[in-house]
């Protein structure tokens, strides 16, 4: 598990590969077996692999989603509210367990954040999303995860680029010292 973490790395930048479907039943597998508060499983997922609407989707905010242009896929990640106080952290852990399989599976990705962005002055970034792809109501998109085979390999990552100073130990004032 560790060499994913290590290995994860956003991209935002994919070769014209497409993904296969056994590949894409893995990564929404690893989204359904995603842990919810009280297993109440908030989340609906919308597969979107028509380059047309990856174009569409790609203006969906004016920064951070034009990588979705070029990627082969996305998923959406949809949350109903009414079924979760918390459907926020349970969509953001479905959307990781996304990206942590993708990974996995040789692939790169990344999250394109929708929840409170803009697509325009007027417009949110949801209701844009919700509009193009004929989202009920009663689910908000939380994020989107583009996906694709790597254009090109980035430097893994390693133990000199964290900072333990960041982890306590028992209280606040007493730093954990890994060594």
Same mark, same amino acid.
């Given at each position: 598990?560790?060499?994913?973490?290590?290995?994860?790395?956003?991209?935002?930048?994919?070769?014209?590969?497409?993904?296969?479907?056994?590949?894409?039943? $893995?990564?929404?597998?690893?989204?359904?077996?995603?842990?919810?508060?009280?297993?109440? +499983?908030?989340? *609906?997922?919308? %597969? #979107?692999?028509?380059?047309?609407?990856?174009? $569409?989707?790609?203006?969906?905010?004016?920064?951070?989603?034009?990588?979705?242009?070029?990627?082969?896929?996305?998923? !959406? %990640?949809?949350?109903?509210?009414?079924?979760?106080? %918390?459907?926020?952290?349970?969509?953001?852990?479905?959307?990781?367990?996304?990206?942590?399989?993708?990974?996995?599976?040789?692939?790169?990705?990344?999250? !394109? +954040?929708?929840?409170?962005?803009?697509?325009?002055?007027?417009?949110?970034?949801?209701?844009?999303?919700? *509009?193009?792809?004929?989202?009920?109501?009663?689910?908000? !998109?939380?994020?989107? #995860?583009?996906?694709?085979?790597?254009?090109?390999?980035?430097?893994?990552?390693?133990?000199? %680029?964290?900072?333990?100073?960041? !982890?306590?130990?028992?209280?606040?004032?007493?730093?954990?010292?890994?060594?």
């Amino acid at each position: 598990m560790l060499d994913i973490l290590y290995n994860r790395r956003t991209t935002r930048k994919f070769s014209g590969n497409k993904i296969d479907e056994k590949t894409i039943h $893995q990564l929404l597998m690893a989204a359904l077996l995603s842990p919810s508060s009280k297993n109440n +499983q908030p989340w *609906e997922f919308i %597969v #979107v692999d028509d380059a047309g609407l990856l174009s $569409q989707l790609s203006t969906s905010k004016p920064h951070g989603a034009c990588l979705l242009k070029h990627a082969p896929l996305a998923i !959406v %990640v949809t949350g109903d509210k009414s079924r979760s106080d %918390v459907w926020i952290e349970d969509c953001s852990i479905a959307s990781i367990m996304i990206q942590l399989a993708a990974e996995g599976l040789g692939l790169g990705s990344c999250w !394109v +954040q929708i929840h409170r962005r803009y697509y325009n002055d007027e417009t949110t970034a949801d209701e844009f999303i919700r *509009e193009l792809l004929d989202i009920p109501n009663h689910l908000e !998109v939380l994020s989107i #995860v583009g996906i694709g085979h790597k254009s090109a390999d980035r430097p893994i990552l390693t133990e000199k %680029v964290t900072d333990w100073g960041k !982890v306590k130990r028992n209280n606040y004032h007493t730093l954990n010292n890994p060594e």
